[in-house]
């Protein structure tokens, strides 16, 4: 199982290094050493809590009328499930608030070695990109 170093942490949770060394601190995020000796967060419990802290997270833009929209982009973050049947594969990644949701081949999730805890990038291309503008900035 992969682990990840404090400043990876933070970048895949949207947080600064601070951040993840206080929640490490008081016990809300459990670390262990790596093999330099370095404080890290084993994958399966960065996943765990990733999908936790954004289901808490309240987004100001959530809140607001939306006006216009757009989607685009590569979001960087950690799978926190994979649901395999015979055929498909649904892969959640949480990339900081964001949740990306994927489908694709089983083949292809498991050629990937997908499973909670690897660190994955949601790229988002589309034929239409939507452009989303919270109404209090018009």
Known sequence: MPSFRISEAAGLLGVSD????????????????????????EGSVLAQFATELAEGAE??????????????????????????????????????????????????ADELGLEPGVLAVGAVKATNVVVEVPQQHR
């Open 18 to 41: 601070d951040t993840v060394r206080r929640w490490a601190d008081i016990g809300r995020l459990p670390t262990v050493r790596d093999e330099s000796g370095r404080q890290a967060i």
């Open 59 to 108: 987004s100001p833009a959530g809140r607001a009328v939306i006006v216009g929209e757009s989607a685009r982009n590569r979001f960087p973050g950690i799978v926190t499930r994979v649901q395999r049947d015979g055929v498909m594969a649904q892969v959640e990644i949480q990339a900081g608030p964001h949740r990306i949701v994927s489908l694709m081949s089983r083949e292809a």
